[in-house]
């Protein structure tokens, strides 16, 4: 069975289907600057509109890009802290779009 969701794909042929923060956290933290240099985060469909990735750095740190086309989304940052690149893709990645998901119910009291 395939994600749900999405997928995280690393260099090395790792992956974990719907990771939470903790999987992409052990995936980035599995990074290396010869064989196993970046991670794909994407929906498991043929044309996703949105992607996130993480790549190491030459000098040190990762690389990462956020792209969702649905809303004119691109954005490049770099940081040191896997903990903070776990935290922060696990929350963009829950805003995104995703065909059968449940609708949020808002109800007033």
Do not use: C
């Amino acid at each position: 069975m395939g994600a749900q969701y999405y997928g995280a794909d690393s260099e090395n042929g790792d992956r974990i289907d719907d990771p939470s923060e903790d999987a992409l956290f052990m995936l980035i933290s599995d990074l290396n600057d010869t064989d196993n240099t970046f991670v794909v985060v994407q929906p498991d469909e043929e044309d996703p509109a949105w992607f996130a990735s993480v790549a190491v750095l030459d000098e040190g740190g990762y690389e990462i890009v956020r792209r969702d086309t649905t809303r004119d989304e691109h954005e490049v940052t770099t940081t040191s802290s896997i903990n903070a690149i776990a935290r922060d893709l696990t929350i963009w990645m829950a805003a995104r779009d995703f065909p059968g998901r449940p609708t949020k119910q808002v109800s007033e009291f």
